[in-house]
T-cell receptor, first 113, second 114 residues
């Protein structure tokens, strides 16, 4: 039972353009959502998060949007840079499981120079 | 300040053997969580320890066990290794174990079972 889904295994964008990574979830008890970035041979690095009481959170080039009715969130990277090339994981927590993260399967982003 | 430290970085074991992985959390953090990441998938929760007590356990067999020491470091033990246990094992430390309180991952231990 996959509670967090990232349906696009890969995404390729041109440097300077917008990257949009998508994530869907099924558990309505989730109330906190995070995006992690992962390079090979490294652990996931926290990027940005959003609480379910908000619908948008922004940090520099990164913005996360949450649509609770659709159980959907997205990460926007503007402008995209070659150094953003990595695997991006969406994760969720909440309810009686606020101590653990449920991850999606990841989206590999390639930003072409 | 040192981040989350995991050791060893890589190891190779034979089926049926036992393995112990180690994790040192960020100074001041009292909680350690363990995750397994199989190739092509996202990390999956195995255990969380907070103040040396097990707070939660994921859907893993009893071959997996863990403990947390008085200095808040932790060990993950896996007995009777199977080929399917080959994965990246990640440790995450946090202040009080909640995901919205600075959940920071280490670089992981790559375990290969042959």
């Amino acid at each position: 039972d996959q509670q967090v889904k990232q349906n696009s295994p890969s995404l390729s964008v041109q440097e300077g353009r917008i990257s949009i990574l998508n994530c869907d979830y099924t558990n309505s008890m989730f109330d906190y959502f995070l995006w992690y970035k992962k390079y090979p041979a490294e652990g996931p690095t926290f990027l940005i998060s959003i609480s379910s009481i908000k619908d948008k959170n922004e940090d520099g080039r990164f913005t996360v949007f949450l649509n609770k009715s659709a159980k959907h969130l997205s990460l926007h990277i503007v402008p995209s840079q070659p150094g953003d090339s990595a695997v991006y994981f969406c994760a969720a927590s909440g309810g009686d499981s606020s101590y653990k993260l449920i991850f999606g399967s990841g989206t590999r982003l390639l930003v072409r120079p | 300040d040192a981040g989350v430290t995991q050791s060893p970085t890589h190891l190779i074991k034979t089926r049926g053997q036992q393995v112990t992985l180690r994790c040192s959390p960020i100074s001041g953090h009292k909680s350690v969580s363990w995750y397994q990441q199989v190739l092509g998938q996202g990390p999956q929760f195995i255990f969380q320890y907070y103040e040396k007590e097990e707070r939660g356990r994921g859907n893993f067999p009893d071959r997996f066990s863990a403990r947390q020491f008085p200095n808040y470091s932790s060990e993950l033990n896996v007995n009777a290794l199977l080929l399917g246990d080959s994965a990246l094992y990640l440790c995450a430390s946090s202040l009080i174990g909640l995901t919205n309180y600075g959940y920071t991952f280490g670089s992981g231990t790559r375990l290969t079972v042959v």
